[in-house]
């Protein structure tokens, strides 16, 4: 998506406007199931959902302290699935030592600068319509960018995705003068001026700006990759291909097809798989909501067959039936589409960004945007992958709620990554990462390794429901190994300190617990001895973890 320095944000307008370009209608119709379960069962089934629906266990129900400004009920007899630790990954240029350092573990290499990549070059790069379909070299201006992406993943031991390139044009050079419109007076058109695949815009000669770029290539190129022992975990073909005549309309002026992404992702997976016979594959590395459900990019012959993501997958599942499978993972991302994917923080949106949470998981939130309906992302996924090619994992390859190095966006950060724990996300990766000491930094810490030595918010969910989550939420998680019940508890309220009443069921525990906390006030994260027979003291915008020896 959008880099630091041109953020996309997509608003009605905009998306409106792509919908009409790939030939969907304006608003798509999305169905709203009642939800079961904030937290899965043993089985995978869904577990309790509300208070009173938490069942009994031989170590009594979970009664939380009185006199607590909200209660947190958790019922650790019927574990879930393991959070997976590859929930914990970002987009960045961080140092190994800054990757430890927050415990996180897989890094991606993606976004738009992907698509258009010169591998053959290495350090050159278009900016497409983020910037006036320009060349550039994003500040690398030798060797090759993506080996010391992947030296650095290697040294701090974490994994690697990559998206390849397979629009079939790179840029030529890192000329920064170089660009596909120029305007004639030693400048270059801007995007707003160019136009999409579904208007009458000027049209680019693709070679002023670029070079052919072919399957063969590409696949030599990852060849010498795993030739020289890098690590290639997750390959995934380019980058949003459902915007390829917006994004890259310079060199892609006609609006892609449902067949086109098909083909184009079948034509470069099969080179990519024959030189890298152990990376997993990823696809198809879609935008946006309306994509995913909706009619874009539409169908070659301006039919209204199934929405696109049922239609690819059911495809990727015959072709795999036949053939050597060549989809592995379900590639999506996710931008909230209410107006928060900003740096703003005035009350309105601040209070908007954590409600915006809800999209990723609650049957009865109304999105607060053009779509004005249910969402429950991650669970509909699941069932489009499920109804389609079961068993296949998901990894939401880019996301963001924005304001990350703000309190409020570090809340939000530190909610959804305990939804994608709790809602059985096997990846993810933010776009791009919040800087070093930042609030946003601190949220990936309390989840990635809160006590600086490499512990985790891990082990196998457990149902936690809380009395008022628009305050206080929380998440639980049952590690057996560690011995430990871990409980993360987010105050979302910026200016009021509040308690929370923990009582646990299912597991018998220590009534003490090992707190660590960070809160703005703090410089780093602090660990203190709480007793939760009492209300647990919770800072204004703080992240909390309670360690809770199991007895």
Not at 47 to 56: N, Q, V
Not at 306 to 333: A, C, N
Not at 336 to 357: C, G, M, Y
Not at 414 to 431: F, N, Q, S
Request: aromatic share 8%; proline share 7%; glycine share 10%.
């Amino acid at each position: 998506m959008g880099r630091r320095a041109t953020i996309r944000c997509l608003g009605l307008a905009t998306l409106a406007a792509l919908a009409a370009a790939c030939g969907g209608s304006d608003t798509p119709t999305f169905d709203s199931r009642p939800a079961t379960s904030s937290a899965p069962g043993a089985d995978g089934s869904a577990g309790p959902a509300r208070p009173e629906d938490t069942s009994s266990s031989s170590v009594g129900t979970p009664t939380p302290p009185a006199d607590s400004d909200v209660e947190v009920r958790i019922d650790a007899s019927a574990p879930g699935a393991a959070i997976s630790p590859l929930i914990l990954g970002v987009s960045s240029t961080l140092t190994a030592a800054e990757l430890q350092d927050a415990g996180l573990t897989l890094n991606s290499w993606g976004g738009n600068p992907a698509t258009r990549f010169n591998y053959m070059n290495g350090h050159a790069w278009n900016h497409g319509s983020d910037y006036e379909f320009r060349n550039t070299n994003y500040g690398v201006t030798s060797g090759d960018a993506l080996r010391i992406t992947l030296d650095t993943n290697a040294e701090a031991g974490v994994m690697s995705r990559v998206a390849v390139p397979t629009l079939g044009w790179v840029a030529k050079n890192d000329d920064t003068d170089v660009c596909s419109f120029p305007n004639g007076d030693g400048g270059c058109l801007p995007a707003s001026e160019v136009g999409t695949c579904s208007g009458d815009g000027p049209v680019a000669d693709p070679t002023t700006a670029n070079v052919p770029s072919t399957p063969e290539g590409v696949a030599e190129y990852v060849r010498g990759l795993v030739a020289d022992g890098y690590d290639l975990d997750i390959i995934a073909m380019d980058n949003e291909p459902d915007l390829w005549g917006v994004t890259h309309y310079d060199v892609h002026p006609r609006c892609p097809t449902y067949e086109e992404v098909l083909d184009t992702y079948l034509t470069y997976a099969s080179a990519v798989r024959a030189v890298a016979p152990d990376a997993k594959l990823a696809g198809p590395v879609m935008c946006c909501w309306y994509d995913y459900w909706g009619t874009a990019p539409g169908p070659a012959d301006d039919s209204e067959p199934e929405d696109f993501l049922t239609w690819f997958l059911t495809k990727m599942k015959e072709h795999d039936q036949t053939g050597e499978r060549l989809l592995d993972y379900v590639d999506v991302h996710y931008y909230p589409q209410s107006d928060v994917f900003n740096d703003e923080i005035d009350e309105s949106t601040s209070a908007r960004r954590l409600r915006s949470t809800q999209s990723l998981w609650d049957p009865d939130y109304v999105d607060e945007s053009w779509i004005g309906q249910t969402i429950r992302f991650i669970p509909r996924m699941r069932e489009t992958i499920e109804a389609t090619y079961p068993g296949t994992p998901m990894i939401i390859s880019e996301w963001s709620f924005g304001a990350e190095e703000t309190v409020n966006g570090a809340d939000a950060i530190a909610e959804v990554l305990g939804i994608y724990g709790r809602e059985g996300v096997d990846a993810a990766a933010y776009w791009r990462h919040p800087d070093v000491g930042t609030p946003g930094w601190f949220a990936f810490k309390m989840h990635g390794n809160y006590d600086s030595q490499g512990s985790r918010f891990g082990g196998s969910v457990v149902s936690t429901i809380t009395s008022a989550s628009d305050r206080v939420n929380a998440f639980g998680a049952l590690d057996t190994d560690a011995g430990l019940l871990r409980v993360m508890l987010i105050n979302k309220s910026a200016d009021t300190a509040l308690t929370a009443g923990v009582g646990v069921a299912g597991v018998s525990t220590t009534s003490s617990a090992t707190a660590y906390s960070w809160s703005p006030d703090d410089a780093a994260i602090v660990s203190s001895t709480v007793d939760i027979t009492a209300p647990v003291a919770l800072a204004p915008s703080s992240i909390t973890v309670l360690e809770l020896q199991l007895a």
